[in-house]
């Protein structure tokens, strides 16, 4: 049996366990495994994660982890540029764009009040969620983990907030908007 030491920051926290929270911990697991399989199947989403440093060097998700190494991994930055440290994306977006799940309805109109470009549907499957995400480089909004898991999908978010105003400014903060083309008055 190997062992990682693992420790998330800021909002990835949400997704662990609080044993696992604000700390460096542990994590055993066999074989040849990558460092996006081991980050998924502790909770959190690789759509979350902007940047993964493995004994201080910046590494993808293919990367294979070895027994002893320090994995530290660290949510999307929007305010700071990392590209010189390595971005685990392939590209980053241009527009702010959306694509919102089946739950999330009424964010999906506050966001087009306030002139977010927004799709949304309440028929669409997930494969059609990620598929779209993917070819119209839209951030997928979702209250659904494992949708965020789907290799697919290279930007996305996972709402926390269950009141749909809270959502939205959950959404402004986190992706550090302005208010789109047609602001309510």
Do not use: W
Request: glycine letters at 6%; aromatic letters at 12%.
């Amino acid at each position: 049996m190997k062992k990682a030491f693992f420790r998330f920051y800021a909002e990835l926290n949400y997704f662990l366990p609080p044993r696992f929270q604000q700390i460096t911990f542990p994590h055993s697991f066999n074989g040849r495994v990558s460092v996006k399989h081991l980050i998924e199947s502790l909770g959190v989403p690789h759509s979350e994660v902007d940047l993964i440093l493995v004994n201080g060097e910046s590494v993808d998700f293919s990367y294979l982890v070895e027994d002893g190494d320090r994995v530290s991994v660290y949510p999307m930055f929007e305010s700071i540029d990392i590209s010189s440290v390595g971005r685990l994306r392939p590209f980053p977006l241009r527009e702010t764009r959306f694509i919102l799940d089946i739950h999330l309805g009424q964010l999906a109109t506050y966001l087009r009040l306030f002139g977010f470009d927004t799709l949304y549907q309440n028929d669409f499957a997930d494969d059609e969620l990620a598929q779209i995400s993917s070819r119209e480089q839209r951030i997928l909004l979702t209250k659904d983990r494992g949708l965020l898991k789907r290799n697919l999908v290279t930007h996305g978010y996972c709402i926390r907030e269950e009141d749909p105003e809270q959502q939205l400014l959950e959404v402004i903060r986190r992706f550090d908007l302005r208010f789109g083309g047609n602001p309510p008055l």
